[in-house]
T-cell receptor
Framework: AQKITQTQPGMFVQEKEAVTLDCTYD???????LFWYKQPSSGEMIFLIY??????QNATEGRYSLNFQKARKSANLVISASQLGDSAMYFC?????????????FGQGTRLTINP | GAGVSQSPSNKVTEKGKDVELRCDPI?????LYWYRQSLGQGLEFLIY????????KSGLPSDRFSAERTGGSVSTLTIQRTQQEDSAVYLC???????????????FGAGTRLSVL
């Protein structure tokens, strides 16, 4: 079974609108971390936001927020007031276990295009 | 440097040749990770290092792939007898490790694009 599922291969949004990118995950480990990365056309993976499984509040980082619904096993990324520079691939990833150095498992990604 | 550095940025090789890909992690990061990104398979984990040892090599696709890390810093990923299916972008990441650093965020380099002809 897929551990991380991103159901939107592509999204098109008008500039300045908010956008939600979906991510669902599957794990039986009570301790895990969820990450979102942005990959522009240059190729580098840029860390955006992190949510721990025991965190009581949804994570926020500037225009990025994470809508964490633990019971539904979803961790959707919300980008407010989208900008042209937000056009990129976005990947959701999960790290299982409490130990720090663990591999990330990635979803297939969503290609976001912001239209002027 | 400030970020993870990978070299070369692009590598074109002939089938059957050996290649070496290099990763220089963020200074002070004890954990180093290699991933592969290809069109058909998405982003796949290959191996990670804690210091100079590799506790998890589960993602290496075959015995043609090997990696080492020396001095707790630079790592080299070696692919022997390259095949066309090895063509991909190879990404390196590094992170801090510690129970108090719950995020242990992995920071990525720009990758090496490998093309096997």
């Amino acid at each position: 079974a897929q551990k991380i599922t991103q159901t939107q291969p592509g999204m098109f949004v008008q500039e300045k609108e908010a956008v939600t990118l979906d991510c669902t995950y599957d794990t039986s480990d009570p301790s895990y971390g969820l990450f979102w990365y942005k990959q522009p056309s240059s190729g580098e993976m840029i860390f955006l936001i992190y949510q721990g499984s025991y965190d009581q509040q949804n994570a926020t980082e500037g225009r990025y927020s994470l809508n964490f619904q633990k019971a539904r096993k979803s961790a959707n990324l919300v980008i407010s007031a989208s900008q042209l520079g937000d056009s990129a691939m976005y990947f959701c990833a999960m790290r299982e276990g409490r130990q720090g150095a663990q591999k990330l498992v990635f979803g297939q990604g969503t290609r976001l295009t912001i239209n002027p | 440097g400030a970020g993870v550095s990978q070299s070369p940025s692009n590598k074109v090789t002939e089938k059957g040749k050996d290649v070496e890909l290099r990763c220089d992690p963020i200074s002070g990061h004890t954990a180093l990770y290699w991933y592969r990104q290809s069109l058909g398979q998405g982003l796949e984990f290959l191996i990670y290092f804690q210091g100079n040892s590799a506790p998890d090599k589960s993602g290496l696709p075959s015995d043609r792939f090997s990696a080492e890390r020396t001095g707790g810093s630079v790592s080299t990923l070696t692919i022997q007898r390259t095949q066309q299916e090895d063509s991909a972008v190879y990404l390196c990441a590094s992170s801090l490790v510690g129970t108090s650093v719950s995020k242990n965020i992995q920071y990525f380099g720009a990758g090496t694009r490998l093309s096997v002809l």
